[in-house]
């Protein structure tokens, strides 16, 4: 069983369009995260979720959207797509929110063209 | 901002040698600190990690010392062998559970 996974792995899409991309944890776990790592694996966090609350909020552009409707999924939605915006995206959860292990994601390698 | 950095981007070490990946934190109020390892084409895999009060770890195969005079943190792989080929990754969490990664180091072991 893929403990935590995501949809799609690829996506590459033009620029301007909305796009989201999908995580689902089966681990039971409290808090969910959301990276970016660039082209140089660069790896930024930018969103965290406890229980479908936010709870950090990095400075990231508010084209994107991360929503939770319940702690087992958290979906990052994404507006008008920029060319800077292609990266590998990272879902991760954890038992505890910033403490222990974070089990991530396989990724979704997103490229706007 | 928060800054983490590694001494060295990449590390090339023969099997069965000892390896050690350094990173440096600027944030003295951190007080949680991780090892990540991430082998190409996947997600990032919880190595190891120490809290501020200890000053070294061991886990199987891989010890982490820190220490916080210097703010520094090391990561040390005994008998490196091929399958530790990876990137590794520090990262720093303050009191506000912010993550903050370093930039990775590339090692390559030789068979």
């Known amino acids: 069983d893929t403990a935590v996974s995501q949809t799609p792995k690829y996506l590459v899409t033009q620029m301007g369009n909305d796009k989201s991309i999908k995580c689902e944890q089966n681990?039971?776990?409290?808090?969910m995260y959301w990276y970016k790592q660039d082209s140089k694996k660069f790896l930024k966090i930018m969103f965290s979720?406890?229980?479908?609350?936010?709870?950090i909020n990095e400075t990231v552009p508010n084209r994107f959207s991360p929503k939770s409707p319940d702690k087992a999924h958290l979906n990052l939605h994404i507006n008008s797509l920029e060319l800077g915006d292609s990266a590998v995206y990272f879902c991760a959860s954890s038992q505890l929110a910033g403490v222990g292990e974070q089990f991530f994601g396989p990724g979704t390698r997103l490229t706007v063209l | 901002g928060e800054s983490v950095g590694l001494h060295l981007p990449t590390l090339s070490v023969q099997e069965g040698d000892n390896s050690i990946i350094n990173c440096a934190y600027s944030n003295s109020a951190s007080d949680y600190f991780i090892w990540y390892k991430q082998e190409s084409g996947k997600g990032p895999q919880f190595i190891i990690d120490i809290r501020s009060n200890m000053d070294k770890r061991q886990g199987q195969r891989v010890t982490v010392l820190l220490n916080k005079t210097v703010k520094h943190l090391s990561l040390q792989i005994a008998a490196t062998q091929p399958g530790d080929s990876a990137v590794y990754f520090c990262?720093?969490?303050?009191?506000?559970?912010?993550?903050?990664f370093g930039t990775g180091t590339s090692l390559t072991v030789i068979p």
């Open positions: 979720y406890n229980n479908k609350e936010l709870i």
């Open positions: 681990l039971g776990h409290d808090t």
């Open positions: 990262a720093e969490v303050n009191t506000g559970n912010q993550f903050y």
